[in-house]
Nanobody
Framework: QVQLVESGGGLVQPGGSLRLSCAASGFPLRGYTIGWFRQAPGKEREGVSCIDGSTYYVDSVKGRFTISTDYDANTVYLQMNSLKPEDTGVYYC??????????????WGQGTLVTVSS
């Protein structure tokens, strides 16, 4: 069964850090484009970061977020530092066969909630 399972979300104060994980099963991540999206309350889902051999970030997270992969663990990570209230939302990992940006996603995770609040 092809599946992506995110973890690592939670409540964090502004300026804090979280590391999200996305574990894949049923297929190898190597060779695919992997990305993170987020959806804030009342807003459309947006792409946050993407990796296809190169890494890409939306301007609002550049310098604060880092995407990485561990192919042995078949897992992708999103390290989030200096978090801001506007980073609040449900974070999804996604896998595509095409390169970044991920205009068409073949597999979505179920999402993990990140809340940045004091």
């Amino acid at each position: 069964q092809v599946q992506l399972v995110e973890s690592g979300g939670g409540l964090v104060q502004p300026g804090g850090s979280l590391r999200l994980s996305c574990a894949a099963s049923g297929f190898p991540l190597r060779g695919y484009t992997i990305g993170w999206f987020r959806q804030a309350p009342g807003k459309e889902r947006e792409g946050v970061s993407c990796i296809d051999g190169s890494t890409y970030y939306v301007d609002s997270v550049k310098g604060r977020f880092t995407i990485s992969t561990d192919y042995d663990a078949n897992t992708v990570y999103l390290q989030m530092n200096s978090l801001k209230p506007e980073d609040t939302g449900v974070y999804y990992c996604a896998v595509s066969s095409a390169l970044c940006p991920q205009r068409r996603v073949q597999v979505w995770g179920q999402g993990t909630l990140v809340t940045v609040s004091s």
